[in-house]
């Protein structure tokens, strides 16, 4: 790592995908900032790197200001190398269906949206100053959701994946002014709790012919906050085992 040692901060840290974006950066010798809406596990406090954990709700304006407000406090006056947007939604109705464009309010709509699109880019300006100290990286998690219609993703968190996509080439255009590499990871099926019985029909559909695990996602995120990424910016990588490709 040398003289310096770097610092990341992880929305949607809790579970999944992000606890083992946590994990992987920890590994590393980063210093871990996280955000979720559960307190932490005690466990976790035990490990040296992890710095704080601030609970946090992303769908609540007030809630995040108080996150980037405290989080700085956290960094003072020094760099942020990474900052990964990982918290997202994928709500049912009352009737256990996905949002679509005819079911499930409006309202539910917007709360999806302030989560997996709004957070990303609050976070992104609220960190701005750090994140130019650091010549850091920002990763959006994106979907494969956001590129063809899912059987079970549901429109409103299929239209708001393919919003970050858009919002990520948008913001490694700007944020280059400022030394920040901004990309994307899209996900396919991962093994997680989001992940339900249903989905096992989807398989046949996937190159490699298995789906994925968390920690391949969170191994992809690291190489795009790594130096080894160093000239990369406005991409977005498929971590999908092929299914892209059908």
């Known amino acids: 790592m ?22 992987r950066f920890l590994e590393s010798g980063w210093r871990v900032l996280t955000c979720s809406r559960d307190e932490v596990p005690p ?10 954990h601030i609970p946090t709700d992303l769908g609540d304006a007030a809630s995040v200001a108080n996150f980037i ?5 956290v960094l003072g006056d020094g760099p ?19 949002l679509g464009c005819l079911n499930g309010e409006i309202d539910a709509w917007r709360e999806v949206f302030e989560i997996n699109f709004f957070a990303a880019l609050k976070l992104a300006r609220g960190f701005a100053t750090p994140l130019h100290r650091g010549k850091g990286a920002i990763v959006n998690v994106t979907s494969i959701a956001g590129h063809y219609v899912h059987p079970f993703a549901g429109s409103a968190y299929s239209i708001s994946k393919a919003a970050l996509s858009a919002l990520t080439r948008q913001m490694a255009h ?5 030394g920040v590499r901004v990309n994307a990871v899209a996900p396919g099926e991962i093994e997680t709790d989001m992940i339900q019985p249903e989905y096992e029909v989807l398989v046949p559909r996937i190159a490699l012919n298995k789906m994925g695990s968390p920690e ?31």
């Not at 700007?174 to 400022?178: K, N, P, Q, R, S």
């Open 69 to 73: 407000e405290k989080a700085n406090e």
């Open 174 to 178: 700007e944020f280059a002014e400022l």
């Open 2 to 23: 040398g003289e310096e040692r770097k610092t990341v901060i992880i929305t949607g840290a809790s579970r999944g995908i992000g606890h083992s974006v946590a994990k």
């Open 216 to 246: 391949d996602v969170a191994g992809t995120i690291y190489f795009l906050c790594s130096e080894d990424a160093g000239y990369v910016t406005g991409s977005e990588i498929w971590v999908t085992g092929g299914q892209h490709l059908y």
């Open 43 to 52: 466990e976790c406090k035990l490990i040296p790197n992890w710095t704080c």
């Open 80 to 98: 942020l190398h990474a900052l990964v947007n990982n918290a997202g939604m994928s709500p049912k109705t009352p009737f256990k269906e996905r």
